[in-house]
Protein backbone atom coordinates (compact mmCIF):
# COMPACT_ATOMS: atom_id res chain seq x y z
CA UNK A 1 0.00 0.00 0.00
CA UNK A 2 1.68 3.18 -1.33
CA UNK A 3 1.06 7.15 0.36
CA UNK A 4 -1.28 7.76 -2.43
CA UNK A 5 -3.99 4.61 -1.33
CA UNK A 6 -3.65 6.14 2.01
CA UNK A 7 -4.01 9.21 1.20
CA UNK A 8 -7.02 8.22 -0.63
CA UNK A 9 -8.65 5.85 2.16
CA UNK A 10 -8.35 8.73 4.63
CA UNK A 11 -10.01 10.86 2.45
CA UNK A 12 -12.92 8.38 1.79
CA UNK A 13 -12.94 7.83 6.15
CA UNK A 14 -13.46 11.50 6.34
CA UNK A 15 -15.77 11.71 4.00
CA UNK A 16 -18.25 8.83 5.38
CA UNK A 17 -17.49 10.46 9.07
CA UNK A 18 -19.02 13.20 7.72
CA UNK A 19 -21.81 11.91 6.65
CA UNK A 20 -22.90 10.48 10.30
CA UNK A 21 -23.40 13.88 11.69
CA UNK A 22 -22.53 15.17 14.87
CA UNK A 23 -22.09 13.31 17.95
CA UNK A 24 -22.48 15.40 20.46
CA UNK A 25 -24.38 14.77 23.70
CA UNK A 26 -25.82 17.83 24.54
CA UNK A 27 -29.13 17.16 22.98
CA UNK A 28 -29.48 14.50 24.29
CA UNK A 29 -29.05 15.17 27.81
CA UNK A 30 -31.13 18.31 27.60
CA UNK A 31 -33.81 15.94 26.59
CA UNK A 32 -33.27 13.75 29.60
CA UNK A 33 -33.37 16.75 32.59
CA UNK A 34 -36.89 15.86 33.24
CA UNK A 35 -36.83 16.65 37.01
CA UNK A 36 -37.66 19.94 37.62
CA UNK A 37 -37.53 21.74 41.24
CA UNK A 38 -41.03 23.29 41.46
CA UNK A 39 -39.69 26.46 43.35
CA UNK A 40 -36.68 27.59 41.28
CA UNK A 41 -37.75 25.22 38.24
CA UNK A 42 -34.11 24.47 38.01
CA UNK A 43 -33.52 20.98 36.27
CA UNK A 44 -32.02 17.42 36.95
CA UNK A 45 -31.18 14.41 34.78
CA UNK A 46 -33.61 11.77 34.83
CA UNK A 47 -30.75 9.84 36.21
CA UNK A 48 -30.03 11.86 39.68
CA UNK A 49 -30.33 10.31 42.59
CA UNK A 50 -32.54 10.77 45.69
CA UNK A 51 -29.79 12.10 47.98
CA UNK A 52 -28.85 15.13 45.43
CA UNK A 53 -32.23 16.30 45.19
CA UNK A 54 -32.76 16.03 49.00
CA UNK A 55 -29.68 17.82 49.63
CA UNK A 56 -31.08 20.33 46.74
CA UNK A 57 -34.52 21.09 48.56
CA UNK A 58 -32.85 21.20 52.09
CA UNK A 59 -29.61 23.63 51.22
CA UNK A 60 -31.59 26.29 48.77
CA UNK A 61 -35.27 26.34 49.90
CA UNK A 62 -34.96 25.01 53.23
CA UNK A 63 -37.76 22.31 52.31
CA UNK A 64 -38.09 18.94 52.08
CA UNK A 65 -38.02 17.08 48.76
CA UNK A 66 -41.60 16.03 48.62
CA UNK A 67 -42.07 20.45 48.26
CA UNK A 68 -39.58 20.48 45.72
CA UNK A 69 -40.46 17.59 43.57
CA UNK A 70 -43.65 16.23 43.96
CA UNK A 71 -44.21 13.01 42.70
CA UNK A 72 -40.40 11.73 42.55
CA UNK A 73 -40.19 8.05 42.40
CA UNK A 74 -36.83 6.62 42.58
CA UNK A 75 -36.23 4.38 39.87
CA UNK A 76 -35.20 0.50 41.06
CA UNK A 77 -31.82 0.88 40.03
CA UNK A 78 -30.90 3.42 42.23
CA UNK A 79 -30.06 3.62 46.13
Keep these: ?3 GQKAQHKRERAKNDA ?3 PT ?3 K ?3 AAKNIV ?3 CR ?3 LCTVRK ?3 EE ?3 NKHGKKLEECFPGFVETAGKK
Design 1 to 3: MGN
Design 19 to 21: KKG
Design 24 to 26: SQL
Design 28 to 30: TNE
Design 37 to 39: CQV
Design 42 to 44: NTF
Design 51 to 53: KAL
Design 56 to 58: HAD
